[in-house]
């Protein structure tokens, strides 16, 4: 079904837009959905979840290699790519997996269609708002200076922090993509559907909002109220861990999502 | 040649008092609107004498900025539209990528254009960095926007015979038909700027006047890429009136006052990229392998002397901006012989954007600057032939 193009990478035509995929393990089928950062910073979440589920871990159209068709803007646009995505794959019982901006992603995807889907598990999700007008509910991440965005997004700022100048080429204009990308789609509103809030309730999967409890990029009482909207939603968090609790706590991260997976 | 008189119209009394921002962020309280007035009357006043001494016009806007106040430029031009009566007024320009309602600028650029009895120029631009954070639009996809919003513009100002659908990408309406319609047929001439090679390939196709700044005598690789695109399109060269460059220019009768001015007028340049970081460069300006290089650390120079030395425009003595044909700088015989010997170089440009004003160059040096400059460097640049433009094309085409 995957058609392999390199040693490193899997790579998949979905209705004409080609995309990186990584298809690692075996078992249950999760499909991850990864952050606004891309697809590196999530390898050993990728590699942890691979030991007990079947991932499917696709680099969404616009970021890492992806192409992105012209006229694809939205969020909404994505979460029809990646309904495509699973009835070209044709796999049923479907664990879904979204972090930050992959968990907007999700909670599209579930808004539309659960036909497919077993759980759903949005981390750290970003997508909908909550405030009034004049309050951000996401802090202006554009806005901020390497230094300042590393503080708010990571429990550790270490573990976000990336030497450019030793990282391969390809791996640097990922990166570059990655932020493009990110305002392609998030850029206004900002980081939010304004349909997504009153569409929540057709989520009618059982659901578990992971947080990493160090985010001050978008802080847990956002995340509460968002899992509040979703029927029987159940939320945790995550020690030691910011925005991207995949990426400063795999192992963590992926006990959590393999024992929810199972019903446990 | 044709010289339009820029100034940036900016707000120097705040360019010692910021926190490292002259830009985007810096509280607008730092502005006192008397001050401003009696600024705009004295900017304006300035703009009116060019009518009067045979110079052409040009301005700008920027957002949210102490280096120029120009905010909605369509003002500045309604003011002097009204105000003068020989000058040519090319606006360089209008961002219309940011713009949410390109019909309304094909109105004001139109309703322009008749008041002023056709001396419109209209210049449509991407806009700097900077601006993103003011318009909010989304960086990414910006030039999609901008051509859209551009066959848009033009359309509106060509059709006669009633109105007319567009349900494009960006922009939708139904029923277009503007009032009044442009004074210049087809429409006003159309002006563009840009630092990149690639763009000037795409400006040349269309046969609009290019515009750079700051690329000194790096500013013929750009040329040449206009030449080879327009060359190929039209089947011939394109003439210097294509070519346009934005150089301060400082001139007085003795060389010493003509360096202190010139040190002033450079004050733009020390100013003009004082501007939070993050703002420097939204996600998606640049194309991503650009944006690679730059996280990789390579900033190569984008300002270059006549012999290939990079120079750091924002930070240079006058001395080495003049070596780079950025600053225009001397007695009228110096300014002279300084323009020709770029317009040489460069193989012919036909429109010089002379920054006769910048930073805090007062109201007597600035009308001193214009009225030497007019009377002792104007005409003969007027009488200046340029170089043959067959022969500079001739060379790009080999």
Known sequence: ?264 | MRVYQFSEQPYYPTWNDHSGSLRVILPNRKCDPRVAADLFHRYYDEYQACDDIGLDIMLNEHHQSATCMSSAVVVGLSVLARATKKARLLVLGYPIGHRPDPLRVAEELATVDVISRGRLDMGFIKGIPYEIAASNRNPVELMERFWEAHDFILKAMTTHDGTFNWEGEYFHYRQVNIWPRPWQEPHPPVWSTTGSTTQARVLGERGYVMATLGTGYGTRKIYDAYRKSYLAKFGRAPTADRFAYLGLVAVAKDKEEARKRGHLIAGYLRTSSIVHLPFRNPPGYLPAEDNARLMRGETPPRSFTKDGRGINMHAATVEDLIAAGILFCGTPDEIYAQIVDFCDHCGGMGNLLMMGHGGELTHAQTIDNLTLFASDVLPRLKAYRQPDAEAAAAVVAA
């Open chain 1, 1 to 264: 079904m995957l058609q392999r193009t390199d040693s490193a990478t899997d790579s998949l035509v979905v209705e004409g837009t080609r995309i990186d995929l990584i298809e690692r393990g075996k078992g249950r089928p999760v499909l991850f959905l990864h952050a606004e950062n891309g697809i590196e910073p999530a390898a050993a979440a990728i590699e942890a979840l691979a030991k007990s589920a079947h991932v499917v871990a696709p680099t969404h159209p616009g970021f890492g290699r992806s192409d992105v068709p012209r006229g694809m803007h939205t969020v909404d646009d994505l979460s029809y790519f990646y309904l495509d995505l699973l009835d070209q794959l044709d796999v049923r019982d479907v664990t879904l997996v979204g972090v930050a901006f992959g968990a907007w992603i999700a909670a599209e995807i579930a808004v539309k269609s659960t036909a497919r889907l077993h759980r759903l598990i949005m981390a750290n999700a970003v997508g909908i708002k909550l405030g009034d007008r004049e309050t951000r509910d996401i802090a202006d991440i554009f806005a901020l200076t390497e230094p300042e965005y590393l503080e708010i997004a990571y429990c550790d700022p270490n573990a976000g922090r990336r030497d450019y100048k030793s990282l391969p080429p390809a791996e640097v204009v990922a990166a570059a993509r990655a932020r493009e990308a990110t305002a392609r789609f998030a850029w206004s509103p900002y980081f939010h559907n304004p349909q997504l809030k009153s569409r929540l309730h057709r989520v009618r999967i059982p659901t578990l909002f992971l947080w990493g409890a160090h985010d001050r990029m978008v802080d847990e009482a956002y995340g509460r109220a968002y899992c509040a909207m979703i029927p029987g939603a159940h939320f945790e968090t995550i020690a030691r861990a910011g925005h991207f609790p995949h990426q400063e706590q795999p192992e963590i991260f992926a006990k959590r999502v393999l024992a929810f997976m199972d019903g446990k």
